[in-house]
């Protein structure tokens, strides 16, 4: 019953993901306008008016939507973490770097949220000190590409030290998810551009990344709901699986 | 699913064989990252192409200021590489495991001899006052060569990698997972700059 408890607490936390997933598109991208955010090269005036007039209650409904989000990734990441420390052993080291990863994009998340917030809360307030919040919020996003990278590569680590015939998390998976950590870097564009795919609100600076992002909560959030499935059934009498012989108990004991 | 053929013309004629494998090169997933790197490398030149439809009289001033000598010996050098690693691979199916260390290696100097060659072309252009911020075509040139540039290093790293484990016979004809996926890494490496020439250098 016990087990079963944890199971079920585990589901949860990795539920959040999908929580977070569904609520960042919805607040964030729709709400908000972010999907069609201000250009970084459009101007003091303009991006006031984006702020002030155009998006207004869109981004302060929208962003409330997203930092609340954002506080879900907090235990779906740590989630992640269990998951991969499972695979990793003792003393799992890639695991607690997926976590702390996640939670840490999970507070930049929020100090964001924040920052375009008080962009959009004072009409009053001076066109310069309004692009600023929003140059700072989009800075700070997306130059956190640093830390998404790192969570990805330690996630792939770990997935590949799985040697199960039916690993946790499918290898095309994996070499998706360092492909995508790679491919990151160019988030590291909008400090160096106010135009162009790699300003802050351009395909490659802006768009892929946050593709990337997502599908690699939502796609390995399925892979470990599945696992998680797997171990229920593991733990229910009557119930054969030849192929997956079990993870030796010192195993499954995470260490976080 | 089991996969048998049966062979017609051996006997006993209905006992049935195990097909070849169909497995693709290297090891298991790696050609979704092989895919999901050519699909970046798309939308980086799609991108680039759509920056040139924009200023096309500014690209192609910009352009000639490339060295199209040193870009196409750089390009002979890379698919010079590229074969001596096709030949690697070859040897180690064959078990010819002698072969293998000196073909890597000879992929492995090609390499740094790409990088030497590229940062002299680097050296002229800076010298000359081109930087990535000169324009958008120099932010491009920059950027796709300098990408193009880290791939190479990961793929000569790695290349240098296999080499020195192909020295202690770590790999053999049924043992060659990592070497194939390294060499389709730096196949991929030398498909990039194929693209990558003729996008800066030759379009006019």
Known sequence: ?256 | MSCTVTVQQSLPPTEPQPCKSQRLPGVDGFWAFIGFDCVIFAVLFFSFLQARHGDPALFEASRRTLDSNLAGLNTIILLTSSWMVALAVQAVKRDELDRVPRFVFGGVSAGLLFVLFKSVEYGHELAAGITPATNAFSMWYFTLTGIHVAHLLVGTSLLAYVGTKSRQRAYHSRHRAVLESVATFWHLVDVLWIVLFPLLYLQR
Request: hydrophobic share 50%; with cysteine; aromatic share 14%.
């Open chain 1, 1 to 256: 019953m016990e087990d079963g408890g944890r199971l079920e607490t585990q589901k949860v936390a990795l539920w959040c993901n999908y929580v977070f997933v569904a609520l960042t598109a919805i607040g964030w991208l729709g709400i908000a306008h972010f999907i069609l955010p201000a250009r970084a090269d459009l101007g003091l005036d303009a991006t006031k008016v984006w702020y002030t007039q155009s998006h207004r209650m869109g981004v302060l409904v929208g962003c409330t939507i997203f930092y609340i989000a954002a506080g879900l990734l907090t235990p779906g990441s740590i989630q992640f973490g269990i998951m991969l420390a499972k695979i990793e052993g003792r003393r799992p080291v890639m695991a607690i770097t997926t976590a702390v990863c996640g939670v840490f994009i999970s507070l930049i998340v929020f100090f964001n949220c924040c920052a375009w917030v008080v962009a959009a809360y004072r009409p009053q307030t001076g066109a310069d000190v309004i692009q600023s919040w929003n140059d700072w919020a989009w800075m700070a996003f997306l130059l956190g590409w640093i830390y998404l990278t790192i969570e990805m590569l330690a996630t792939g680590i770990v997935e590949l030290m799985d040697r199960r015939p039916r690993p946790m998390v499918p290898r095309w998976m994996t070499w998706f998810t360092f492909g995508g950590a790679i491919a990151l870097f160019t988030a590291a564009g909008p400090a160096f551009t106010k135009s162009g795919p790699f300003a802050y609100h351009g395909l490659l600076a802006y768009y892929i990344p946050v593709a990337i992002w997502g599908a690699y909560i939502s796609l390995t959030t399925w892979f470990m709901m599945k696992e998680l499935g797997r171990e229920g059934s593991e733990s229910t009498p009557g119930v054969l699986h030849r192929d997956r012989p079990a993870v030796a108990a010192a195993d499954r004991a995470p260490a976080l």
